[in-house]
Structure formats: structure tokens, C-alpha cells
């Protein structure tokens, strides 16, 4: 059979691509109506040359059925005299192209629901945005749908409630629920409110809703240090709590794992920082730590570098501790798969020997996806490592006073 002659099936595969690229502009009333598809006109040299392929062909587009209008047109040929022959196929409508690709369902659902919306909500941004969410408005069950938009509608009318989300007299709202469509809420609630965002970047403030005080965990490993606080040592608050109370430690540890960081021994004059993760800047809000000698103890994964990374912004003076090749390597049969990798960033805080390992992991120069969890080391020897650590940030930061001193003095 001639490539240009379409059966029904090479069309329906054409629509299922034209739909997928063009769906989205429809849905607002892009495209030109009806959608014509040619369905190719046969010589009467490809007649002569292939009389039953071009024959099947034609039956197969006579006894479709289906959305659409199969066009037939008279041909005269010289020697094999008029013919009626299947020249296009006529679909009136997205809705039509929609159920020839069997996407009627979704088709009709999400159109209906763009319509609910916009005609709720007049506002031109709000019909883009609602287009780009074609498999929100398509997909979401009925439950979803009405909770996503009688949560739009009460954030509109409390556009600054004050209150937590557990608060928010949405039926069926959930923490959960909300944190899988944080993105979503807020790019359907800039659109309603024609902002861009560039004023209320966290999903919070412009949400209007009051944002939970970051916690943090530490333990103070010195008994002195326990003493300050009533003899707690293990301690979870707020931030802004922490910040306030009165410690003055000569050096602190940062570690990535909670498990890590309980299993820490004492050690005089040092408090430990567990499991803060990427919220690791909130270390600039302890003016307590400003300049107390760090010791940071990730895992040795792409996500363990990006934490000590972002570390050294509140805290620039942090040392890392087996995070190193040499501790990589001797633990080969410890080592685990990262579940993905973080971007590949440019991290301007790292040594050179830390970004060396860092790209090397990227780079898969041990393995896919290599990472080294900090708890599956050697416990007694690990415990030895960060000790070592810590008397070295001590000794340095005690010469760096020194010499300051010694500069202070008179000539």
C-alpha cells in the first residue's frame, strides 16, 4: 500500500500526538475547527500497481465508525473511470478528537471543571494556569477536587487568616493532603490574585497562614553546659527559644542522622546539633555558635556534601569529619545507593578534597549512586575520628585568639 494512503489506526496514532501536544490549548479555546486530517488520494498508478491494498484501504475508512465524518469524493481516472474515495476525516471539535484518542472521560471532566472555575474566577491568569493542570482538572476524584477548590475560595476570602493550616474549616484538609500540592495551591493562587509571587515567595505568607516555629535538636555533651539549663541535656524547641538560652560551648558537632547524634558520649564544653537536614541555615539563628570551632559529620553522598555546603554559610568556620575518599573507600562493603542524586551544583563552600569526592560521586567514579551512611562506620573508631577533629578546631581557634592578642598589644 502507498505511505500516503492512512488507515484508520495510522490516523487515530496521528490524533493521540496532535492531542498530547495541543490538548492544553483547546481547553481554552485554542485551535482551528473542524480539524481536518487527509487521509491521502490515490493515483490511478498506485490503483494499477496495488488494486487490493488500495481497496482495503477504502472499505476500512467506509465502515468506520465513530466521532467524526469520514468525506468521500468522486474521482474520474482515464482508464479506471469514476470512483468514490474516502479524501479526509472531519472532526468538529477537541471533544471529537478527544474520544477517537479515548480521552472522553478525561476530556469532558476537565473541561468542565476549567468552565466551573473560570466562570467562579474571571481573571485571564487564572485560565492559563488552569490549562498547564490539564491532569489535575482531568484526573483529581471528585473529593480532591472540591476540597482543592473550596480551599482556593476560603484562602480568598481570609487572605491573611493568621491561622495554622490544621485550622483552615476545609473538609477533608489535611497536613498530608496540602503537602503534596503545596506547588500547585499556590501557582493557582497567584494566578486568582495576578501575582507572580516575586513578594510572597514562601508558600506561608502568601497562603496567609501562620508558618510553624522550626525546631531543632541538640544535646549538650558537657555536664557545665548541663547545669545552665536545669541538668536537660537533650533538648528539641523552637529556634527562636533555643537562641536564648545561655550557653557559651567551646565547640559544637553537627551531625546529619539522629541516631548519631544520641549516640554521641559526653565531651566537655560541646554541644550536638542532629538531623537539621537542608534547614541547616537555621544555625545562624544561635548567636551562641557565631565562631565556636564546628565540626560537621554528614553522610558521604551527593545530599551529605550539599548539607555541609549550605553548613558553612551560618557557620563558615565548620570542619568536616570522615567525609573524606580515604574513609569512603575503607568501608566499601558498608556502602549503600543514594535513592537519587542532588543537582549538579557548584558548591563554592567546599574544600577542593570535599568537592573532589563530591563530583566523583556524581560522576560515578566508585559506583551508581554510591553513598556511605555516617552510622554504618565503626562506632569506637568513628568516636575517635570526630574527637581528633574536635581537639584540632579547639587548638586552631585557641592559636587564632593568640594571635589576635598578640597583634592587639601595643608596639
Known sequence: MPKKLLLPEAVRDLLVRRFNNQHQAWLIGGGSWPLVVSLG??????????PQAVRAWADAWQARTGPGR?????????????????????????????AVVGQARR???????????????????????????????????KDDFIRLTSLLA????????????????VEGLDTKWLEKRTALVAALLRALRNS???EEADFHELCGLRKPAHRVRIRLLCPSLRSLVGGLGDLEAPVGELASLPLRPKSVVIVENLETGLALPDIPGTVAIMRLGNAVSALGALPWLQGVP??????????????????????????????????LVAHRALWGLEASQCSDLQFDR???DERAVYQNLRAGT????????????????????????LDDVQHASTADEAKFAEAALPN
Not at 75 to 96: C, I, K, N
Not at 154 to 165: A, D, M, T, V
Not at 316 to 322: D, E, K
Open 107 to 141: 476530556w469532558t471532566t476537565a473541561s468542565e471543571r476549567f468552565r466551573e472555575l473560570v466562570e467562579r474566577w474571571p481573571v485571564p491568569a487564572l485560565r492559563a494556569e488552569l490549562a498547564s493542570r490539564f491532569d489535575v482538572l482531568a484526573d483529581y476524584s
Open 294 to 327: 564546628a565540626v560537621y559529620w554528614g553522610d558521604i553522598d551527593t545530599h551529605g556534601f550539599a548539607i555541609l555546603n549550605r553548613a558553612r554559610g551560618p557557620l563558615p568556620q565548620s570542619r568536616s569529619v570522615l567525609m573524606d575518599e580515604e574513609t
Open 154 to 169: 476560603w484562602l480568598e476570602r481570609n487572605p491573611k487568616s493568621g491561622l495554622y493550616l490544621r485550622q483552615v474549616p
Open 350 to 352: 567546599l574544600t577542593l
Open 70 to 98: 469520514v468525506v468521500c469524493e468522486e474521482r474520474q481516472f482515464a482508464r479506471l473511470g469514476r470512483h468514490s474515495l474516502p479524501v479526509h476525516l472531519e472532526l468538529s471539535d477537541a471533544g471529537q478528537v478527544a
Open 366 to 389: 566508585w559506583g551508581p549512586r554510591v553513598r556511605l551512611e555516617q552510622e554504618r562506620l565503626d562506632w569506637p573508631s568513628a568516636v575517635e575520628a570526630l574527637m581528633s577533629a
Open 196 to 198: 507572580d509571587g516575586s
Open 41 to 50: 488520494i490515490p493515483t490511478e498508478k498506485d490503483i494499477a500497481g496495488d
